[in-house]
Structures are given as C-alpha cells and as structure tokens.
C-alpha cells in the first residue's frame, strides 16, 4: 500500500523551530519529486518547498525562503522540513506528497495524507 505519513506538528512560540518528518511505505521516495505544502484556516493550499528527485534541486516558496529546508534520509525513507524562525503566519496543516516533477501546483501531487498540525503562537 502506497502511503505518506507525516509527523512532527505541534506548537511552538513565534522564532522556534520543529521539525517535520514524512515517511513513505508501499515505494521509494527518492525516485520522485516531493513538495511540502500547508494550508490554513480559510486559506488556499500553499506550496512551502518541492525538491526534485536524485538531481535534488530544492525550490522554495517566498514566504520561507531562508527559515526551511529539506532534507532526506534514504535508508528511512523518510523526509525531513526543517523549519526555523517560525512566525504566526506558518500555522497551518502541513502535507508532504510525491509527483513525477517539481512544481508547486498541488494537482501535479499525489499522496496526500493526514498532514501534521503546526500552530506557532506565544
């Protein structure tokens, strides 16, 4: 069974850090692409990051760039988003999914899952 899990939500104060985790069962990550996006309370969907496959070229939403990256352990299967100096503004559910190219249109994505809640408040 195809399946992306992601994990490590929770809440932090405005200029901490958490890290997400997505895990992927069923096939091998690393031969896709993966975008993390988010989306908050009547908010539209946002593409955070997408990377593509073994060539690993990271792009990054404007609203993140410089406080996200993302990084992969292979023997896992598993992803990472790190995220720094988090602001109010990135509460939000967070999803990782899988494509065949990197692009931030969600429709180019599969595998959405649960998503992990992240609320950044004081």
């Known amino acids: 069974q195809v399946q992306l899990v992601e994990s490590g939500g929770g809440l932090v104060q405005p200029g901490g850090s958490l890290r997400l985790s997505c895990t992927a069962s069923g096939f091998a990550l690393d031969a896709y692409a993966i975008a993390w996006f988010r989306q908050a309370p009547e908010k539209p969907r946002e593409g955070v990051l997408c990377?593509?496959?073994?060539?690993?070229?990271?792009f990054y939403s404007d609203s993140v760039k410089g406080r996200f990256t993302i990084s992969r352990d292979n023997a896992k299967n598993t992803v990472y988003l790190q995220m720094n100096s988090l602001k109010t503004e990135d509460t939000a559910l967070y999803y990782c999914?899988?494509?065949?190219?990197?692009?931030?249109?969600?429709?180019?994505?599969?595998?959405w899952g649960q998503g992990t809640q992240v609320t950044v408040s004081s």
């Open positions: 999914v899988i494509g065949e190219r990197v692009s931030f249109d969600a429709a180019d994505y599969n595998g």
């Open positions: 990377v593509s496959d073994q060539v690993g070229n990271t």
